[in-house]
């Protein structure tokens, strides 16, 4: 009954350094997203991928880094930290296709400052 | 581009009493689909209610409901009942329809305060 896991919960890195944020489902969906909360900002979609080796940018990609080699992993990278992705991220899974209902379910965020 | 709209950026409701919390969205797209989200303070997102662009009636899920006015572009979210573990942030959120094509783009929420 995990869902979606993501780890660490908290981290903190200082500028320039590097890190990767985990996600993983067991659901056997085939869409998978990163979203970034910003305080007065709502959600904002960094990545996605609708399926294994199938990746595409959302609206904030700069900066980051996704591959999505298996459908249970969609792994963020961040490649040189900066105080601007001091943030709170969330990844998402759904099953994937054509209707709009498909339910998009979060895993419990991970809140990351870069110093 | 789509676009969600949350007017209210902060609710203060007595305990008992019905929250009507607005949302209003911007798409040229015929088919969409409408999602609210409850956050509390522990920070995960809870998935409420679900709401399509050609659903004949308004959804309802427990105390929840959706007021979809379509015409005016609205979905506004109805709480009945408050309970105090109804304080949280809400987020109201789209998905336009079509394969592949599973982006959520959201509001920027209100935070609900129930007062006992």
């Known amino acids: 009954n995990a869902g979606v896991t993501q780890t660490p919960k908290f981290q903190v890195l200082k500028t320039g350094q590097s890190m990767t944020l985990q996600c993983a489902q067991d659901m056997n969906h085939e869409y998978m997203s990163w979203y970034r909360q910003d305080p007065g900002m709502g959600l904002r979609l960094i990545h996605y991928s609708v399926g294994a080796g199938i990746t595409d940018q959302g609206e904030v990609p700069n900066g980051y880094n996704v591959s999505r080699s298996t459908t249970e992993d969609f792994p963020l990278r961040l490649l040189s930290a900066a105080p601007s992705q001091t943030s709170v991220y969330f990844c998402?899974?759904?099953?994937?296709?054509?209707?709009?209902?498909?339910?998009?379910?979060f895993g419990a965020g991970t809140r990351l400052s870069v110093l | 581009a789509q676009k969600i709209t949350q007017t209210q950026p902060g609710m203060f409701v007595q305990e008992k009493e019905a929250v009507t919390l607005d949302c209003t969205y911007d798409?040229?797209?015929?088919?969409?689909?409408l999602f609210w989200y409850k956050q509390p303070s522990s920070g995960e997102m809870i998935f409420l209610i679900y709401q399509g662009s050609y659903d004949q009636q308004n959804a309802t899920e427990g105390r929840y409901s959706l007021n979809f006015q379509k015409a005016r572009k609205s979905a506004n979210l109805v709480i009945s009942a408050s309970q105090l573990g109804d304080s949280a942030m809400y987020f109201c959120?789209?998905?336009?329809?079509?394969?592949?094509?599973?982006?959520?783009?959201f509001g920027t929420g209100t935070r609900l305060t129930i007062i006992p």
């Open positions: 959120a789209m998905r336009e329809e079509g394969f592949g094509n599973e982006k959520l783009t």
């Open positions: 998402a899974s759904s099953y994937s296709g054509q209707l709009a209902k498909n339910i998009q379910y």
């Open positions: 798409t040229s797209d015929p088919s969409y689909g």
